[in-house]
């Protein structure tokens, strides 16, 4: 199979967003995406990008996608989280998340960063069978704590 890894361009988001759909949908969320493609586009192709995108392309279709973006640890300095890394589901198995997760190691070792996390969810064990093989350190005994829009404003309402 040939395929090609590269930086997404803003053109790239209604394709992005599509796997982005089909990943809510895998993960049982299909209504909890409200990021749209304009939203994409804005905040990864603005002055101030918030995120870096690469895409893994076969015959001119986005087929893969890994979303990253820098954080700081207090104790590790500056770290870079994987956002998603989504293949699509026809796509599974053929080497593309292999590539991608590649060109973020790649790209976070060539940033100098200390380290590089992501989540996944308890029952995919496909997906941590993968990162495990790959010598991630898959961190059983941690929380992935969220405060949503509605909680943030209720927090807020009570301060």
């Not at 192709?45 to 918030?50: E, K, L, T």
Request: with cysteine; proline share 2%.
């Amino acid at each position: 199979m040939n395929y090609s890894i590269r930086k997404a361009v803003k053109d790239d988001m209604p394709q992005v967003f599509h796997l982005i759909k089909e990943l809510a949908i895998f993960e049982k969320e299909a209504n909890a995406v409200e990021v749209t493609v304009e939203d994409l586009q804005a905040d990864g192709f603005g002055d101030v990008p918030a995120f870096e995108c690469f895409v893994a392309e076969v015959n001119n279709t986005i087929e893969g996608i890994a979303l990253v973006y820098n954080r700081y640890s207090t104790w590790k300095g500056n770290v870079l989280h994987l956002e998603d890394l989504i293949v699509s589901e026809a796509m599974r198995g053929s080497g593309l998340g292999t590539a991608l997760l590649d060109e973020v190691i790649k790209y976070g070792h060539d940033l100098g960063v200390k380290r590089i996390n992501w989540e996944v969810l308890d029952w995919n064990e496909p997906a941590i069978a993968f990162y495990e093989k790959k010598g991630a350190d898959v961190k059983r005994d941690w929380f992935v704590v969220h405060l949503n829009e509605q909680g943030i404003k209720d927090y807020i309402s009570k301060l």
